[in-house]
C-alpha cells in the first residue's frame, strides 16, 4: 500500500479538523497527494510526517481563504457533517475514545472558527493527535516556545468562548439513551404542532442555529429562548414538514437526527441536552454541507434507520 493512502484517514482528520468542511478537506488531501506524486521519495526520511506537515500547511491556507467566503456568507455558518459510528463511515475513522469524539464534535469545531488559523493548526496537533511540541512547531514552521503559546492561547480562548456561549462543554459526554428519549418526546410534541408541549422540554436560554446558506429557506439569525424557538420549529414544520421523515444516526461522534425526503438528506440535526431539556440545536440545512454525508449514504444504498 502506497504510504500516502496507509496516513490517509490521519490526513483527513488533520484538514477535516483544521476546515470544518469534509468538502475542503478533501481538496487539501487531493492537492497533497499531487505533492507527495511529484516528490523524490528518496530524499523523505519520514513519509507520515512530511505529508502531515504538507496537509497542515494547506489547511491553513484553505482556511485563510476560506474565512473571507465566511464573511459574506448567507446567514449562520456552521461546520460541515459527517457520519460516523459505522464501517461505512470510517472517513474520521473509529472515535473509541472520549478525546477523539472531543476533537470532531459539531459545538468543538464551531468554537475552533474564532481561532487563528495558526492557533487552530497547533491545537488541532495537540489536542487531536497528541503530537508533541517539537513535532507542532515542526509542522506548522515554528518555534516549540511559540508551539507551546499558540496551544495555550488556543486553550484559554475555547474555555472563555464556551462560557460565553453557554451552551456546556463543546465535547460534553451525551447520555445516549435519555437523548433518545428526549429527542422523542421532542420530535412527538413539534409534529404534533403542540407549542406548550414543547415548551416544558426546551431550557429556558436554548439557542437554535440554522445553517441554509442562502439555498434554502432558513433562520438567518440564531434563535434564543424557549418560547421563540418552539414556535419556529412548530412554524417551519407546518409549512415545509410534509413528505419529511427522522432517522436517528451519528455524525461527528455524537447521536443527531437526520431529516430525509424522497429526494434525499434535507438536514442533519445536532441537538444538545443537559438533564432533561434541550439547551441547544445546530441544523446543517445548506444541500452543499449535506452533499459528503449523501455520498457516504450512497455507499450502503440508501438511508435507513442508523440507529440499529
Known sequence: MDEFERVRGRLFGIAYRMTGAASEAEEVLQDAWLRWAEVDRG???DAGAYLARVVTNFSIKQLTSARARR??????????????GRVEFDALGPLEVVAERESVSFALLVLLERLTPGERAAYVLREAFGYGYGEVAELIGTSEANAR?????????LTAE????GVGQAGRVVDRGRWRVLVARF??????????????LLAAEVVSWADGGGKVIAARNP???RERVARYLVGVLERFGAGIEPYLAEANGEPVLVAASADGIVAICFIGIEYDRITDLRLAMNPDKLTFAATQLSQIGGLPDLSR
Open 187 to 200: 420530535l412527538a410534541a413539534a409534529r404534533l404542532g403542540e407549542v406548550e408541549r414543547l415548551e416544558v
Open 43 to 45: 530524499s523523505v526520511r
Open 71 to 84: 464573511e459574506v456568507y448567507v446567514g449562520e455558518w456552521l461546520p460541515e457533517p459527517v457520519l460516523t
Open 162 to 165: 464556551q462560557v460565553e456561549e
Open 149 to 157: 503559546q499558540l496551544v495555550s492561547r488556543a486553550r484559554r480562548r
Open 223 to 225: 434563535i434564543i429562548g
